[in-house]
């Protein structure tokens, strides 16, 4: 099997299998866990093979989808995983500026609302310090 990550040198290659519908996006063999863990939680499915002692693991988006939401999905992934520092390749079959843009703007929205505040923990009671007598 073909790696494209592999050939082209980067983190992750998303393109169209060929003879296929299906949007692959394919890593580099021995990529970290945390790229694998990455794809999953941005919405791709993950596959080995062969089963058991993994040689090859690539994700795809997943199958009940419907085209544009595939391709939407595969596009809301790429600034996500360029800002978490991983080269992207996309097919400009799957690549969608417009849907690229808008996952960006998101991110950037995420980014620029500030964080809870949590309140200050309570400090503790302090004893009031004893009256000073003067001889």
């Known amino acids: 099997m073909a790696n494209p990550a592999d050939e082209y040198g980067t983190d992750v290659e998303i393109y169209i299998k060929a003879l296929t519908t299906t949007i692959h996006a394919d890593t580099p063999t021995g990529a970290p866990a945390g790229l694998y863990d990455l794809l999953e939680?941005?919405?791709?499915?993950?596959?080995?093979?062969?089963?058991?002692?993994?040689?090859y693991i690539w994700?795809?988006?997943?199958?009940?989808?419907?085209?544009?939401e595939q391709k939407h999905l595969a596009n809301r992934a790429i600034p996500a995983l360029l800002m978490a520092g991983y080269t992207v390749n996309c097919d400009p079959e799957v690549f969608d500026e417009s849907l690229y843009q808008q996952?960006?703007?998101?991110?950037q929205a995420r980014a620029a609302r500030p964080a809870p505040q949590q309140p200050a923990p309570a400090s503790s009671p302090s004893r009031p310090a004893p009256a000073r007598r003067t001889p």
Do not use: K, S
């Not at 993950?46 to 089963?51: M, Q, V």
């Not at 994700?59 to 544009?68: I, K, Q, S, Y």
């Not at 996952?103 to 991110?107: E, F, I």
């Open 41 to 55: 939680q941005l919405g791709l499915e993950r596959h080995e093979y062969p089963t058991g002692d993994p040689l």
């Open 59 to 68: 994700h795809t988006v997943p199958d009940h989808l419907g085209a544009d």
């Open 103 to 107: 996952a960006v703007h998101r991110l």
